[in-house]
């Protein structure tokens, strides 16, 4: 059974940088893509960053050269490494891994960005 868990978030001023860790269960993490995804309050859930288990990545326009996605297969971990962050960037974000078993969810990290 695969499981993930989320950590790194909190409260970050305008500008400021934070990085975002998921660490998973079972033997299937480096074999799958991972993403991030976030939601705010009110909203859908949106993709932020998805990375293959080759390391090919893909990102929402709104966090382009400003977010970066990296796995650690070793350490079955997935990072979402997030600079020059805005309010708008306020979330709760969730780490994903989609298997052809399923798709699996971490049960997510709040993120604020705020003065």
């Known amino acids: 059974q695969v499981q993930l868990v989320e950590s790194g978030g909190g409260l970050v001023q305008p500008g400021g940088s934070l990085r975002l860790s998921c660490a998973g269960s079972?033997?299937?993490?480096?074999?799958?893509?991972m993403g991030w995804y976030r939601q705010a309050p009110g909203k859908q859930r949106d993709m932020v960053a998805r990375?293959?288990?080759?390391?090919?990545?893909n990102y929402a326009d709104s966090v382009k050269g400003r977010f970066t996605i990296s796995r650690e297969n070793a350490k079955n971990t997935v990072y979402l490494h997030m600079n020059s962050l805005k309010p708008e960037d306020t979330a709760v974000y969730y780490c994903?891994?989609?298997?052809?078993?399923?798709?699996?969810w971490g049960r997510g990290t709040q993120v604020t960005v705020s003065s």
């Open positions: 990375i293959t288990s080759g390391g090919s990545t």
């Open positions: 079972g033997s299937i993490f480096s074999i799958y893509p």
């Open positions: 994903n891994l989609q298997a052809t078993t399923g798709s699996y």
